[in-house]
C-alpha cells in the first residue's frame, strides 16, 4: 500500500467509520461529531477564565476512554475531540480578553492591550471578528507546515539516526525545555531533574522494584495519570484557590457594551490585517515547533514585531495599545499557529511540546495501538506493496480531524465564539474547587484505587510548591513522560554498541546533540532573569 | 530606611532564599545519589549478565539526581552573585498547604466511611461492599466527601457561609456522580472501588 492509499485510507476512518446518524442522507461519523463537540467545549473553557485547555482535555480523557474503550477504533474519536478542544480553546481565550480585558488564557494577555481599548470604542464585535479571522489563518497555516514537515522530519530521524543518535536527541530535547521554558534554567534542569527521578521509580529490570523503599504501592512506580494530572491540574488549582483565599472572591466582570455601529469586518479589514497576520503565523508555527516554547511567548514575539513594523510603516497614526486592530490579529494569529506546529515534534519524534501534547499522548498511551514517532510515517511494503501501516493511517485520520476542526473553525467558530462571553461571569471561587473534585474524580474512575488519588494530590502539592518557587512544572511533565522512554533507548544503544560507555561520544550525530545540549543550557545559565517569562 | 537601602534589603533577602533552596536541592540530590539509589537499587550503575554489559537500574535514577543536582547548584551560584528571581514562598504558603492538605483528606476520609456508616447504622442485612453500585448507597460517600471539600473551599474564599456556597457544594459532586455514572455501568464513582 503506497502513500495515496494511506492517506485515502486515514480520511475515510474520520468520515465514513461508526457512522452516528444520517443527515439528508448522509452519514455523520461519530469522529466528526466528536470532533465538533470537542472544539464547541473547547471554546467554552477558553473563555472561561481560570479554565484552560489542558484542564478541559484532563478531564474529558477518562470519560472519553470510558465512551469509546481501549480498542483501534477509539483513537481518532477520542484525539479527534482533544485537539477539537485544543483549537477551540485557542479562539475562546480571546473572548474575554476583549469583552471584560480578562484574558481567557494566558496567550491571550496581549489581545486586551488592542482587543479591550476596541471594545471601549464600541468596536467588541469588530475586534472579535478580527480575532477569529487571525486566528482560524494562523492555526491553519500551521496545521499546513505540519502535514508537510512531520512527515519529512520523521523519515529524516528514520534514515539518520540510530540507537544512540536517538538517545542523544532526547537528551537534547529534555536540555532545551529545561533552558527555555520558564525563567530559569536552573529551576528548568531542577524541573526536569525531579520529573526523571519519578519517573525511574519502581519498575526497573531488576526483580526488585528500585527506589520503592519496600512499598507495593510504589512497586509499579507512579501512574502517568496521578502525576501528570497532580502536578500540571490540581497545583494550579491549589494555587489558584490560595490566591483567592488571600485575595477575596472577585468581583464579576463588567462587559463593554456590544455595539453594533461599527462591526464590519471586511475586505478591508482582511488587508490591512494581513501582513500582520503572515508574520505572525510564520512566527508562532516556528515557535510551536520547538519543544517547550509555549504559545505566550508567540504571542509576545508575534505582538512585538507588528507593533514595530506598524510604528515604522505609519509613524503618524496612533500606536499598538490603543485600539488598533492590526494588534488583535497579529497576537492571536501568532498564538493560534502554534497549536498544529506543537504536533510536529510529537509525531515525528514522540515529544510532547507542551500541556496540550502532553495529553493527546496520554490519550495516545492510554488506548493503545499508536506509538508517536518516526516509525508511525513508514510506508510498509514500500509504495508498491500491500502492507497496510495501521498508524500512519491513524496520522492521516489526525490530520484530517484536524482539517475538520478548521472547516468548522472557518464557518461556525466566529459565531459561536461571539456567543460564549457569559463564561466570563461564573466566578472562580466557585469554579476551582469544582474543578478540583472534578479531576479528582477522573483519577480514580481511572485507576479505581484511592492511592492513586493520594499520588495525584501529592504531586499536586509538589505542583503547587514548585509554582510558589517559581519552576516551571511542563519540564517535570515532559521529563516524567520522557524518562522511560530515555531509559529504554539507552540501554538498547548500550546493548547494541557491545557495552560501549561512551556510545554517545563516538557518532558524530550523537555528540552534536549532546554538545548542543550542553550549549543550550550553558548559554541560558549565562543570562539568568534575562528573559521574559514565557508561560 | 531610604528606597535604595529596602532595595538592597529585598534584593539580599530573595538571594538567600534561592540560595537555600538551591543548596538544600544540591544535598538533596547527593543523598538520593549516595544513600537512596545505592541502598533501594538491586544493581549498579552498569552490570555484567551472562558475559554482557547491560545498563543497570542504578544509572537512570543516578542522572536523574545528577540533573537535580546540577540544577541546585546552579541555582544556587546564581543566588551568590545576586541574580536570582524572586521566590514568592513564605510560611503562610506552608500553612495553606498544610491546611488543605487536611481538608482534602477528611473530604476523602468521610467519603470513604460515610457509605459504610450508615450501612452499620441501618437495618441493612447486606455489608457495604455489596450494595455499593446500588441506589443511593453508591452515592452517599461521594457527595457527603465531595460536599465537604466545595463547601469547606468556597467558604474559605467567601470567609462567610452563604447559601449559593451550600448550593454549589451540593449540586457540583451530584453533577459529577450523574456524569460519570449514568451513561457508564463500568465505572466506580470514589471510594467504591476500593471498598
Redesign the interface.
Known sequence: MGFWDHLWLGVAAVFTASPAFELLGLPVSTTVIMIASGFGVGIVVGATPGLAGPMAMAIALP?LI??FGVSADALLPVLGFLIGIMKGATIGGAVPAILFNTPGTPDALLTTFDGYPMAKKGQARKALKAAHFASASGDTFSDLVLFTSAPFLAIMVERFLDLPEKTGLIILSLSFI?AVVG????????????G??A???GK?????P????GQDALADGFPVVTAVLGVLILGEV?KG??D??RS??QSPTRSQAVSKADSRFGWKEVVLCWPYIRTSALIGTAIGALPGIGSTLAATLGYASGRRSHARKYPDQPKFGTGRIEGVAATEAANSAVSGANLIPVLSLGIPGNAAAVFLILAMDSIGGFNPGPSVFKLQGGVVGEGINPELVVVFGIFTAMMVANALNWSLGGLFMRSVGVMAHIPK??L???I???T??AI??QL???AG??MA?GFG?LG??MR???VSVLPFVIAFIL?RN??ET??QA??AT??D?WFLFHSPIAFAFVLASVVVVTLA?WR??ARKKPN | MSARQETQTNGKARNNSALALGLALFVLALLILWVWVPLDTDSGLIEKVRRRWVIGDALAPSVAAVVLGLGGAFLALVALMGRAEPLDLSVSNVVFALAYLVLLVAAFHVMRWVGPGLVALSDQAQSYRSLRDTVPWKYLGFVSGGFLLVLASIVAVERRLSARAVLVALLAPLAIALIYDLPFDDLLLPPNGDL
Do not use: C, Q, W
Open positions: 470519560i470510558s465512551v529545561a525563567n530559569s534554567a536552573a529551576k528548568g534542569l531542577i524541573s526536569a531533574g525531579l526523571l527521578l519517573a525511574y521509580i526497573g529490570e531488576d526483580f526488585y528500585r527506589l520503592s523503599l491549589f484557590i490560595e483567592l483565599v477575596g472572591p471561587h466557585l476551582l474547587p469544582v478540583l473534585l472534578l479528582l474524580t480514580y474512575v479505581t484505587s484511592m488519588v493520594y494530590i502539592l503547587y510548591f510558589r518557587v517559581g524518562g530515555l531509559e539507552a540501554r548500550f546493548a557491545g557495552g560507555v545559565l539568568p532573569g
